[in-house]
């Protein structure tokens, strides 16, 4: 399957271990020597309507992306690294 980054931003990201929704995928990095994917980022939400800033971005690496599907992107996320 062919995806473009475009696409790819409208895709929920899915914890497979906990079933829980983090987000909708923000952004890619890609390690531009290689042409490699090397994570997705998930960007913080915002706290007190943005009042008070946001959490931290959430970066996952491409290593713990199980599967890209049509509508969601599901990833071993461990909260506490």
Partial sequence: MIC???EMKQKQVVDV??????GFL???EFDTDSGSLTSIVIFGRP???GLFGKEDDIIIPFSS???IGEE???VKYNKNI
């Fill in 65 to 67: 992306i199980e599967v």
């Fill in 4 to 6: 473009r980054i475009d």
């Fill in 26 to 28: 923000s952004d890619i």
């Fill in 47 to 49: 706290k007190a309507l």
């Fill in 17 to 22: 271990g906990s079933g829980t929704v983090i």
């Fill in 72 to 74: 969601t992107i599901l």
